[in-house]
């Protein structure tokens, strides 16, 4: 998992690129696999009981009880009109099921284990379906490697759309990028609204940022990256016209879609286009972004909202942005997984919500937002699982990942 700052925080390796967080958090955390409780409590910014809003209710059940998965990291579907969904495994397989509670089975839709590092925070961390996949067959993942360690954004081609393998010779490669350490590799990708794809990278690791990733324009990593998938002006892509950086003078990458971002893990699209971020925090505080095109959302500067390290940055603090959320270490929530929007038909209650968790403390929240500025927060339950990541399937029903299990969730009415 994450920064190796407090004594708790060396105790053990986690397997993800999430947070910072305890060894103690994770054991609990991977032994708790649902939870039914459900309450009406909001909390400020802080983590602070303010007071009620009206009751949610909501549990999490085992979607798939037979099916158990190695490390999964991503739930997701190929948009393609089948019922197929698809699991990655942190070690780099990618799984392929029915969407059917009754599912016993589950298919290797690909096998890049041998091209793949993975363990602590590396691995296959992102797989995202091109928006014309049922032509092309087209698929996009995000990896590291080691020797030398690195970050790698590759196509793979399914000889058909139904095919129930992938031939990893396929792989055609869209960039890479050197990773200083092991951790804080982002690794999502997804494709938004405009049609293009979207990778979150992290700010190279180690602790504190040591580089100042962040905020070097120059740099791959400690961003939000977007680029056109369609075009070949860059090799196998190209940058989209309206890129906040696309034509610079001043050498800072092209692909940058948005910046100053710490270890954002998770990201998704709401129904209304708005990006939302989950950005792993250092020693305080974990942090909810909306993120705007072109903007720094101040990492190492700042921690959330609070100060963290101003040294060597020529960075203007009225040009941060600030979280539509945080939240404190105190309470034993130190590792956010960013979530997603809900917009299925089960749980009316949750409709227009994000939903996310906290990785250690296994916590699920529900976030409510009326202009995209200010935000209140409710627990839906504690003690969930080890949320690694949040997926949509076939009918836009939720689901979670359950690293410490192996098992798939899914958030149900109470």
């Known amino acids: 998992m994450n920064l ?23 054991m609990v955390a991977a032994a708790c696999q649902s939870s039914t409780r459900s309450n009406s409590v909001t909390l400020d910014s802080t983590g602070t009981t303010v007071g009620g809003t009206g009751a949610l209710s909501a549990k999490v059940v085992n979607a798939y009880p037979k099916l158990t998965f190695s490390s999964p990291v991503e739930y997701t579907h190929a948009n393609d009109g089948t019922n197929r969904v698809f699991v990655i495994e942190q070690e780099g397989r990618i799984r392929v099921f029915e969407n059917d509670a009754n599912t016993a089975s589950a298919g290797t839709y690909l096998d890049i284990r041998n091209k793949v590092a993975s363990g602590g925070e590396m691995g296959l ?27 790698i954004v590759s196509r793979y081609k399914a000889p058909s759309a139904g095919a129930s393998q992938v031939d990893p010779a396929s792989e055609v490669i869209l960039f890479r990028f050197e990773q200083p350490y092991s951790n804080h590799n982002g690794g999502k990708v997804l494709f938004g609204p405009d049609g293009y794809l979207y990778v979150s990278t992290g700010d190279g690791g180690s602790g504190g940022d040591p580089q100042n990733n ?36 001043n050498g800072y990458r092209e692909e940058i879609f948005a910046y100053g971002l710490r270890n954002p893990w998770r990201m998704s699209f709401d129904a209304d286009g708005r990006l939302w971020v989950g950005d792993v925090g250092q020693n305080k505080l974990e942090e909810v972004d909306i993120v705007k095109k072109g903007g720094n959302y101040g990492w190492r500067v700042k921690e959330a909202n609070a100060d963290y390290d101003a040294k060597d940055n020529n960075v203007n603090a009225a040009d941060l942005l600030g979280p539509i959320w945080q939240y404190s270490h105190s309470n034993g929530d130190v590792s956010i997984t960013g979530g997603i929007v809900y917009r299925g038909s089960a749980n009316p209650s949750l409709r227009g919500k994000y939903i996310y968790a906290d990785y250690a403390s296994g916590r699920i929240w529900a976030l409510t937002t009326t202009d995209g500025k200010t935000a209140t927060n409710q627990e839906l339950m504690a003690q969930a699982g080890a949320i690694s990541a949040f997926g949509e399937d076939q009918k836009n029903e939720l689901y979670m990942c359950d690293l410490g299990s192996g098992k798939i969730l899914k958030l149900v009415a109470n």
């Open 125 to 151: 961390l992102g797989l995202a379906f091109h928006p014309d996949f049922k032509k092309n067959g087209y698929f996009y993942v995000n990896y590291t490697k080691n020797n030398p360690r690195e970050t």
């Open 214 to 249: 962040g905020q070097n324009r120059k740099s791959w990593l400690g961003k939000i990256i977007r680029v056109d998938v369609n075009s070949t002006d860059k090799g196998n892509y190209g940058i989209p016209a309206d890129n906040p950086f696309k034509g610079n003078a």
């Open 4 to 26: 190796i700052i407090m004594l708790s925080k060396t105790i053990i390796a986690l397997t993800l690129s999430l947070a910072a967080t305890s060894g103690v958090a994770w």
